[in-house]
């Protein structure tokens, strides 16, 4: 894979993967999400990303939504719990047009006090709207258990109590401390002469201001498992049951990968599908999660199912992963495994906005991007007791913890 990458004397990270397609994916990582929040900011971080599409010195709102759609192209924004993307799908000669309004929205924001009074019930409603899937609000509640005092244990969406506290003089204090240049990537997957993809960044993104100042986050706190129940007015029964696993720089990380595809990733061989979905039919819907985080990650799988069959299937769950503790997986095993990630990784790829939004990440966190090559050997490298070790660590019955949604008694 062809990766090209370039600094702007302002901090700003380039990077670009040349495409031929007539189309192009373009976005800013901004290297802040709701860890970085005070007590009184939550949802500070998902409320910027919203407000950035309210108005500049220069557009309405509907001059924003509407700079790329007029030409076909799409606009979006999402906030994660370690940064906030800002990203663009278009006409490949539309490079200018979309770096320009990334440079409007993200430096240029006026905050206007009606369209922020907007937003934040159009935030309320999509917080009564993840309230109201339990499948959703299950893993957030989930990692709030996993990271009990954290800050990573934070929802996203933030608090209704916080939410409505948020003004112009708090917004422009946090992205002050923030939105920082050197804490920028801007990231493209497309058919653009690398040069003059870095001319339009220093035309549009060159002229914010450089700070060096040190982003230091809260460290990670000591995990101690705890179990949950909830009653709630459903008729299924949700559960998860998990455990704190490694970083994103953890040599084990691409083991547990590996793993937790193998137990239960997105095919249906998986052995948790074969093993309970398919052999009892127990439950429509059972999946192996892995998030890593710089400095920790979680592990969990998620279940839904009848509430007369949660026992049985969370005995047949710590059976499976007792086979994974306890026995060394064989030769035939590890290899389909193997090529069955492999093939996954390959696949995702294909998807130029998703490639284009992983590079970035992967140039954040490791200063580099792996080829595949690379990554297919080091997943090839990956022995049956190294396998063995992490299924010991991660999956120790000790050490997990659980949380289940349970129907309120009719």
Known sequence: MKILTHK???????????????????????????????????????????????????????????????????????????????????????????I?????????????????????????????????????????????????????????????????????????????????????????????????????????LGQATRRNENHIRLPINNYKPHNLGVKKDLIQTHCIIGNRAYSAQDPKARTLILLSNLLGGPGMNSRLNLGIREKYGFTYAIESNYTTYADTGVWGIYFGTEPQSVKKTIKLIYKELKKLRDRTMGPMQLKKAKQQLIGQLAIAQENNCNLMQSIAKSYQTFGKVESISVSNEKILNITANEIQIVAEEIFNKESLSTIIYEPKEQ
């Open 100 to 204: 320009e309004l990334f440079g409007d929205i993200i430096f240029h924001s006026l905050f206007p006090k009606k369209e922020l009074e907007k937003e934040k019930d159009v935030i309320m409603d999509e917080i009564h709207s993840y309230l109201d899937s339990p499948s959703e609000a299950i893993f957030d509640q989930y990692e709030e258990l996993i990271f009990k005092g954290h800050t990573l244990g934070r929802n996203i969406l933030g608090l209704k109590k916080t939410l409505h506290s948020f003004d112009k003089e708090s917004i422009n204090k946090f992205m002050k401390k923030y939105y920082k240049p050197d804490e920028m990537i801007l990231s493209s997957v497309g058919n653009i002469d690398f040069q003059k993809l870095i001319s339009f960044a220093e035309k549009h």
């Open 8 to 98: 702007l004397e302002n901090g700003i990270r380039i990077i670009h993967h040349p495409s031929s397609s007539p189309v192009a994916h373009c976005g800013i990582m901004v290297n802040v999400g709701s860890r970085d929040e005070n007590v009184d900011e939550q949802g500070m971080a998902h409320f910027i990303e919203h407000a950035l599409f309210k108005g500049t010195k220069k557009r309405k709102a509907f001059h924003i939504l509407s700079r790329l759609e007029d030409v076909g192209g799409e606009l979006n924004a999402y906030t994660t719990k370690e940064e906030t993307w800002y990203y663009a799908s278009f006409m490949k000669q539309y490079y200018e047009r979309s």
